[in-house]
């Protein structure tokens, strides 16, 4: 194979304006628009310069390819709905809720977010991108025949569906760092061993989608290839740092993907006005750079995260350690506090360290404790087979 000067396969950006512009209205929390503020300050500090890297747009996905995971009921209703047409079956799907309202446009922009995901795999698993993070992507709650949970057209299932059926022995692991618990993902794949689903969240008891105990670990074949990791409200960074060294990376490694895609949401942060864990940008830096040895075929989606500005921060760090380089300032000192959020965190990227304490730390760790000692019990032997 040639290789370029610069001895790296391309890196992905994905990403248009056009994405980021597309508006769920003023009341909803998710706000496409973070994927341009993370654009702006990927460009701020430098991280989208470099000779291998590309900002690609996302085109719209084969609309045959929706049937790999949606019922055909559903993305004809999706299709109505698009226009501004609105039904009482709709609403049975989800379509017109809160959560997934009726919009205009929004089948082509959910197209197209997973023609990003679905292109990125494909370009990944055939040598021709080492790794890519699609910004918009990750709509892990959509379901078979129904929205849920800002998520209209599930864009990891479908891309995963696709390359198991180009190549069935692939070993794929799905790593959602989201706050909210993958469920959609896990669904599509609950029986299959073909994919490794983990996932750390905040506990169902007290976050939607109200699911992902450590107990749902797989079914028939399956079992042992769903790894659930709740984690109490209040968790900080040092109890997000013992489930990663303790249960995520060990089985991950144990499980040796040929291929990973992994949800990096930046709800997890104490700031997020959605979820109540407690880390700071240090704790997602940990879990991003700590999935790299493992695999060396990343696919990054965005996922959720409702704070904007600490998100896009997230997201630019998550960039620049998925490509090995360092985010700088250019600009610092010129433009700096203009741009972006908070006074006393302006010229960084980095939060400082924060970490919580009392009773509810107490009993976040101990829960933490109980659920890794379970997944080592349970789980991890599975893959620690020979
Ligand atoms: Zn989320």
Same mark, same amino acid.
């Given at each position: ?116 995901? /679905?292109?990125? &795999?494909? %370009?990944?698993?055939?040598?021709? !991108?080492?790794? $890519? =993070? ?105 109890? /997000?740092?013992? &489930?990663? %060294?303790?249960?995520?990376?060990? !089985?991950?490694? $144990? =499980? ?131």
């Amino acid at each position: 194979m040639a290789k370029a000067h610069h001895d790296r396969l391309p890196t992905h950006f994905l990403y248009s304006d056009e994405m980021g512009n597309f508006d769920f209205g003023p009341d909803h929390p998710f706000k496409p628009e973070r994927a341009t503020k993370t654009f702006d300050l990927c460009t701020r500090y430098g991280v989208l310069n470099y000779p291998w890297m590309k900002v690609v747009a996302p085109e719209a996905i084969d609309e045959t390819l929706l049937t790999l995971y949606h019922e055909p009921a559903y993305v004809a209703l999706l299709k109505e709905a698009t226009r501004g047409h609105v039904s009482v079956e709709m609403l049975e799907r989800g379509l017109g809720t809160a959560d997934t309202p009726i919009l205009k446009g929004i089948y082509e922009w959910s197209l197209k977010a997973a023609g990003g995901t /679905y292109r990125a &795999v494909q %370009d990944i698993l055939a040598g021709r !991108v080492q790794t $890519a =993070f699609n910004l918009l992507g990750g709509f892990h709650h959509a379901r078979r025949g129904a929205a849920e949970g800002f998520c209209y057209i599930n864009d990891v299932v479908i891309a995963l569906k696709a390359s198991f059926q180009k190549a069935p022995d692939l070993r794929i692991a799905f790593v959602d760092f989201d706050a909210h618990h993958g469920n959609g993902v896990q669904e599509a794949f609950y029986d299959d061993p073909r994919l490794l689903f983990l996932s750390v969240h905040e506990t169902g008891k007290t976050l939607y989608p109200w699911s992902g105990n450590e107990t749902e670990t797989g079914s028939g074949p399956g079992e042992g290839y769903t790894v659930n990791i709740p984690l109490e409200p209040g968790s900080d960074d040092e109890v /997000y740092a013992f &489930v990663l %060294d303790e249960a995520v990376f060990p !089985v991950l490694k $144990a =499980f040796r993907p040929d291929f990973m895609v992994v949800e990096i949401g930046a709800d997890t942060l104490i700031s997020d006005p959605l979820t109540h864990l407690k880390l700071t940008n240090n704790g997602y830096q940990k879990a991003v750079r700590g999935i790299m040895p493992i695999c060396r075929k990343i696919l990054a989606l965005g996922g959720g995260g409702y704070d904007l500005y600490r998100t896009a921060r997230c997201w630019t760090l998550a960039w620049a350690i998925l490509n090995h380089v360092e985010p700088e300032d250019e600009f610092a000192g010129l433009v700096g506090g203009m741009m972006f959020g908070p006074e006393m965190e302006v010229g960084s990227l980095f939060d400082r360290p924060y970490l919580t304490k009392g009773e509810g730390k107490e009993k976040a760790f101990e829960e933490a404790q109980r659920v890794v000692a379970f997944i080592r019990e349970r789980v991890l032997p599975v893959h620690a087979r020979p």
